[in-house]
């Protein structure tokens, strides 16, 4: 079992709107790939596919070594949905403990993990707060703890930066590196240019395909950029040009 | 353990929502202590009464100042006079037997004659065991001159006695017979007693269907469902835990109405209370699984109260409160495809007539085929989310 997600082919249409047309998407142990792509081109939608949660027209994803959609393979899959979905009447311990629980965490083990998963996002002290007292970004930091719970072998996180500031963004990485250490693997979309450049591979997405896929340092010498912002740009504005010529 | 995690999410979230909980647990009783003084109040106070060929003796004995009395002749239609002249019963009398009709419409007033009727008829035996005792008095004494006089003179006087014995026994009471109709309803509709389990079942079924409902349209709609899916719990083990979870609340709703009924108002019921509960825990989990399915067609709180017209009204019609003998032939078989319908008879048969639980079993059993369709549907229908 190589690799850990392996989707490809990958289409989808939506009520007469393609949003994904033959993408394929490759992820191995131990490793950060970064989906990126302007809002709207699908990167939510292919997460979910992978995730088993949405269908596909064509294609099929397979997680580590298991064809999706697959019930007993959601346990080591840690997902961080783009918008958080917390229970707003509970605690963010409670809310810790009842996604844990769902995952199979129990006893000593959970209290462990709570802990563990609070300190990385730094809720420790907000743990008995209700949700409806917590700020945007300790919303996101609390789902990002609970897509964490069950330690699992990947991570699947949708967005998870936003609204959170800088020094804690820093924080964030630093345990995803240390987990890609541990062999485990992320799949993280995003907007921040900056995360992108920390991603050991990327795949741009957009109008339905995917337009780049390659390290950073790889795709900036293809495109002869200095930044991925740069690649980005350049990839769209070369896409929208090969289109209006045909 | 997956399904005791979201049992034990839902009895924590609904103890945090003090609004729900007051919808829950208060509101049933406001509205049951409002109908318990609207049905027993006695604020009418005067009823109009037809005789026709009554028995003078009767009709005075029966007026009192609630009662207005309406002479009519001897030959009348009792129905079309109550209608024509829109009173409120009309007592007709052939021999010893009373034939009496009501209009109620209103049944307080019906109770206001029937309670007059009674204490006539008792007023009437009485004055008549009075007479008897002071012509038998006054007999005795007679007869006591006539031994006397029969101790000083002649044997021949002796023959008088008998005389005035069979004098006496003329004066005995007369026996009424009655029998009883009713324009409207039946001679039941009128108690709080008919309607409370009536009210019992409606109101477990409508909280508990508005409740669950919007509780797992706000899953949806905040994502939490779909979040909840991206975990491995089965589709199953969520509508169970939902079951199970909000089950306990129309439990605790049941167990608090009845014991209010029993101790507040004094309600008397006839059959088993267990029975009673088992029967609003079965219409809790049909109104359950009903608001889940009816949720995935809402797609926000104000929509799902829209379909109160649609889904809980129709039941509130065909539940008995409205007597089902008096309908259409078609809209009683319309009846047989509302849940409430067999909750509330059922209800009604053991409260009321003190069923068993094998003379309810087949509306259980029908119940219970609600539940397992609309739970079905439910967890097939969450294939949207995740097709696993
Ligand atoms: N459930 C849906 N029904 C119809 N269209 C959808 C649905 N979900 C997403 N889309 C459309 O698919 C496209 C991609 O959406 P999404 O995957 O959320 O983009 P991204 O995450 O890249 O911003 C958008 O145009 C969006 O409108
Ligand atoms: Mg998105």
């Known amino acids: 079992m190589d690799t850990v997600i392996h989707a490809t082919n ?8 393609t949003v994904l047309n033959g993408v394929s998407l490759d992820l191995i142990p131990g490793e950060i790939v970064g989906l990126i792509g302007p809002s709207g081109a699908g990167k939510t939608t292919l997460v979910k596919i992978i995730m088993g949660m949405e269908s596909t027209n064509e294609g099929e994803v397979a997680v580590l070594g298991t064809k999706m959609p697959n019930r007993a393979v959601m346990t080591k899959i840690g997902y961080m949905a783009q918008s958080d979905a917390l229970y707003d009447n509970l605690s963010g311990k409670e809310n810790l403990k009842f996604f844990g629980q769902l995952m199979g965490v129990t006893g000593s083990k959970l209290d462990k993990a709570i802990a563990h998963a609070a300190d990385v996002v730094n ?18 930091r609390l789902s990002l703890a609970i897509a964490m719970i069950q330690d699992p072998d990947v991570l699947i996180l949708d967005e998870p930066t936003v609204g959170i500031d800088p020094e804690l963004r820093q924080q964030i990485w630093a345990e995803l590196y240390s987990l890609k250490e541990q062999g485990k693997s992320v799949l993280i979309t995003t907007h921040v240019m900056d995360e992108a ?10 109008e339905g395909i995917t337009l780049a896929a390659g390290s950073p340092k790889a795709l900036k010498q293809e495109y002869q950029v200095n930044t991925v912002e740069d690649v980005f740009l350049k990839a769209g504005r070369l896409q929208d040009e090969n289109s209006s010529n045909r | 353990m997956r399904i005791l995690a979201i049992v034990k999410r839902i009895i924590t979230e609904m103890f945090r929502d003090k609004r729900t909980l ?19 109040s006695n604020s009418t106070t005067n009823a109009t009464l037809g005789v026709s060929n009554v028995d003078s003796s009767l009709v005075k004995a029966v007026d009192n100042k609630h009662i207005k009395i309406h002479h009519y002749g001897k030959n009348i239609n009792a129905k079309h006079v109550i209608r024509r002249d829109n009173i409120a019963g009309v007592i007709k009398q052939s021999g010893n037997k009373l034939t009496i009709t009501y209009q109620n419409s209103e049944p307080s007033k019906s109770t206001i004659i029937k309670q007059s009727l009674q204490q006539g008829t008792i007023k009437l035996k ?34 008088q006695m008998p005389t005035s014995k069979s004098k006496t026994s003329q004066q005995a009471p007369k026996n009424y017979t009655t029998s009883s109709h009713y324009l409207y309803g039946t001679s039941k509709s009128n108690f709080f007693i008919q309607f409370l389990p009536i009210l019992l079942g409606f109101f477990v079924f409508l909280f508990v269907f508005l409740i669950s409902g919007i509780s797992l ?19 199953s083990e969520i509508i169970i835990g939902y079951l199970t979870g909000y089950g306990i609340f129309a439990v605790l709703q049941t167990l608090l109405l009845v014991w209010f009924a029993f101790n507040v108002f004094q309600v008397k019921i006839v059959g088993n209370f267990w029975l009673l509960v088992l029967i609003n825990l079965c219409l809790a989990l049909v109104a359950l699984s009903m608001g889940i399915f009816i949720s995935t067609f809402a797609n926000s709180e104000f929509q799902m109260i829209q379909f109160i017209p649609i889904v809980i009204i129709p039941q509130i019609l065909f539940s008995g409160l409205v007597p089902l003998s008096g309908m259409a032939t078609w809209l009683q078989w319309l009846a047989h495809i509302f849940p409430l319908y067999y909750g509330a008879t059922s209800l009604t048969n053991v409260a009321t007539k003190g069923a068993d639980l094998a003379s309810i079993t087949p509306n259980l059993l029908i119940l219970i085929a609600f ?4 739970t079905i549907l439910n967890i097939v229908g969450m294939k949207r989310y995740r097709r696993v």
């Open chain 2, 22 to 40: 007051a919808l829950m647990f208060l509101a049933p009783l406001l509205i049951l202590s409002l109908m318990y003084f609207l049905f027993n």
């Open chain 2, 217 to 235: 349209l706000h899953e949806r709609t905040t994502g939490t469902l779909s979040r909840l899916l991206a975990t491995p719990i089965r589709r």
């Open chain 1, 123 to 140: 809720l420790t002290d907000d743990l008995g707060k209700r949700i409806n007292n917590y700020s945007g970004g300790m919303k996101r």
């Open chain 2, 371 to 374: 539940i397992i369709g609309f």
């Open chain 2, 126 to 159: 009485f004055a008549a065991l009075k007479a008897a005792t002071t012509k038998q008095a006054a007999a005795l004494k007679q007869q006591q001159a006539i031994l006397q006089k029969l101790v000083k003179a002649s044997p021949q006087l002796a023959s």
């Open chain 1, 197 to 206: 450049e920390r991603c050991d591979r990327l795949a741009l997405i957009r």
């Open chain 1, 10 to 17: 990958i289409k989808k249409i939506y009520s007469n709107k």
